[in-house]
């Protein structure tokens, strides 16, 4: 029997596809910014909503989704008010985060720690049909987004105070980055796990800007590497019966690494052409 | 009413009474000045004269304690029309964590809400395409921006303001660590902007180059009751001399310097 006979493998990979093609959107927004971390935090914050729905048997999506929010703008929030203070007070959101997600998860009658596993790393078969039209909302959203804002993203990615003086709303558009990042985690959740999703955000990035010379297309590029890294490592992780999360993240790292190899000659051809 | 009429008036830009103070010390007092249409301002002063912070303070990146700032005759706290108006800042980009090309750097001007919901016009592209041939690099658009040299850089900096195609164009110190032939197409650049009857506002430290097209001349200088000792149409006063033409043969910066007196 081939994977792709059985219906939780589909959603598995409809789900991986999904994530890995539109993580690095945002992520190249967040490296630009230096907030590579952002979203690594983002989904420490999101695991107290998975903790919560353990522990009132609701669906863990939707109080994923009100957590990672609610830690997004708290985020852009403190960053706002403090550059310094800032760091330390990111700091304790994040560990207030794990924190309460397995708190409440080990509170939940039945569940135990156990359950998180799968949250904290993926898992194959968790992800529900109830789960696939959420997941396609969410990244819905994340298009239309990038498509109306996506240039003023880009302009305060750039350089904020100059986006300012073109009328940018640049406290607003920063938020609108931290939420669509806290929504690529939610959207990462079930196969990548949140302790792993930031990575599919970041590394297909870093692979690609060693070889683009323009942001259009490091985006490009990223995506395009996502979408393959989390498909491969999905179904590497399905023969070699590993969580999708770490498969998917050590095939993007692999892209990384053969990717730095093959820029010293693409570097070189184009200084001496 | 009263915005229209005085922007027939003519001032582009116009402050009254403006203070700035970080930490509660003051770093401008009392600024009145006006930029007229078509005209070309030079603002001098030593080091920490507040320069740059007028600049800030004129484009609102700078709250300010007292006074009014004008831009096309509206109050700064109700100017909306971004798009008549391009900043160079003083910092180059620099090294970016995601590549840039020099096209999407000088393409990043026409960004604005309010062409939000538009996708880019042919016309923009061709300001675009204009403004990076007049700055002389075209030929490098595709490359990263921080592949560039330091000059280079700033004449993409200055493209990215042309390509705004804004009546008013503030840049601060725009020729720092610039070779003579990067100001030389700096030079011709303002004197472009001249004929085309922009309103230009120039931060330098260095009139020599460009004293040929400046109409008014603004010298700053630090802890005074008045921030603005000098206001008018070159050339400065000989006691002011050491603010604009020091590169050669004047002794180092501050070593001229008047005497100054602390503000109570």
Same mark, same amino acid.
């Given at each position: ?21 539109? *993580?690095? +959107? ?58 310094? =203070?800032?760091?330390? %007070? ?8 794990? *924190? ?14 156990? /359950? ?46 100059? %986006? ?29 796990? +949140? ?10 990035? =870093? ?16 995506? %395009? ?21 770490? @498969? ?8 990384? =690494? ?12 184009? /200084?001496?052409? | ?19 700035v103070a970080f930490?509660?010390?003051?770093v401008l007092?009392?600024v ?16 920490g004269s507040g320069k740059s912070t007028l600049i800030n303070a004129?484009?609102?990146l700078q ?72 700055? !002389? ?23 990215? =303001?042309?390509? *705004? ?14 070779? @003579? ?9 303002? %004197? ?28 700053l ?6 921030s ?25 910066? !501050? ?10």
């Amino acid at each position: 029997m081939g994977l792709l006979d059985y219906d939780f493998m589909r959603r598995a990979l409809l789900a991986a596809a999904l994530i890995g093609l539109f *993580a690095p +959107l945002i992520g190249v927004f967040l490296v630009q910014r230096r907030l590579a971390l952002l979203g690594d935090g983002m989904g420490h914050v999101a695991l107290t909503g998975v903790g919560l729905a353990l522990l009132l048997r609701t669906a863990p999506i939707p109080t994923a989704m009100i957590t990672a929010a609610a830690g997004a703008f708290l985020i852009e929030f403190i960053r706002a008010r403090s550059r310094t =203070a800032g760091d330390v %007070a990111l700091a304790l959101l994040f560990y207030g985060g794990i *924190a309460g997600g397995v708190l409440f998860a080990s509170l939940a009658p039945g569940q135990g720690t156990g /359950t998180l596993n799968a949250y904290l790393f993926g898992s194959l078969s968790t992800v529900a049909a109830s789960d696939l039209i959420a997941l396609v909302i969410l990244c819905a959203i994340i298009v239309i987004t990038l498509v109306v804002f996506g240039r003023e993203m880009f302009a305060v990615s750039l350089d904020a105070q100059i %986006a300012a003086t073109q009328g940018v709303a640049v406290r607003s558009i920063s938020t609108m980055m931290a939420m669509l990042a806290a929504i690529v985690v939610v959207v990462g959740m079930r196969t990548v796990g +949140l302790l792993l999703v930031s990575a599919i955000m970041i590394v297909p990035v =870093a692979a690609a800007q060693q070889i683009t010379r323009s942001f259009r297309a490091t985006a490009a590029l990223g995506s %395009a590497l996502g979408l393959t890294a989390s498909v491969l490592g999905l179904v590497g992780s399905y023969y070699v019966q590993v969580p999708p999360g770490p @498969a998917i993240v050590i095939v993007a790292l692999g892209g990384f =690494a053969v990717i730095a190899v093959v820029a010293v000659p693409v570097r070189r051809y184009r /200084t001496t052409r | 009413m009263t915005a229209e009429r005085r922007e027939l008036d003519g001032a582009i830009v116009s402050t009254q009474h403006l203070c700035v103070a970080f930490d509660g010390a003051t770093v401008l007092q009392d600024v009145s000045i006006t930029l007229a249409p078509a005209q070309v301002t030079a603002l001098l002063g030593p080091n920490g004269s507040g320069k740059s912070t007028l600049i800030n303070a004129l484009v609102g990146l700078q709250a300010v304690q007292h006074g009014t700032v004008e831009l096309f005759g509206i109050p700064l706290g109700r100017f909306s029309q971004w798009q008549r108006l391009a900043l160079v800042p003083q910092h180059l980009p620099g090294a970016s964590s995601i590549p840039v090309s020099v096209w999407e750097t000088v393409m990043s001007a026409r960004i604005s809400p309010r062409r939000r919901w538009r996708p880019i016009q042919r016309s923009e592209r061709q300001l675009c395409t204009d403004a990076l041939d007049r700055v !002389g690099l075209l030929h490098r658009r595709r490359d990263r921006l921080d592949t560039l040299s330091g000059g280079q850089q700033r004449r993409v900096m200055l493209a990215r =303001a042309l390509a *705004a195609d804004a009546q008013l164009l503030i840049l601060d110190e725009p020729t720092a660590g610039m070779d @003579a032939q990067n100001l030389q197409v700096f030079v011709e650049v303002i %004197a472009h902007q001249r004929e085309l009857g922009r309103t230009v506002l120039i931060v330098t430290h260095d009139l020599d180059d460009i004293e040929h097209l400046i109409d008014q001349a603004i010298v700053l200088e630090p802890s005074t009751d008045q921030s603005v000792v000098f206001a008018g149409p070159p050339p400065l006063p000989p006691s002011m001399h050491h603010v604009a033409h020091h590169h050669h043969e004047t002794p180092p910066q !501050g070593a001229a310097s008047p005497v100054v007196a602390v503000d109570p």
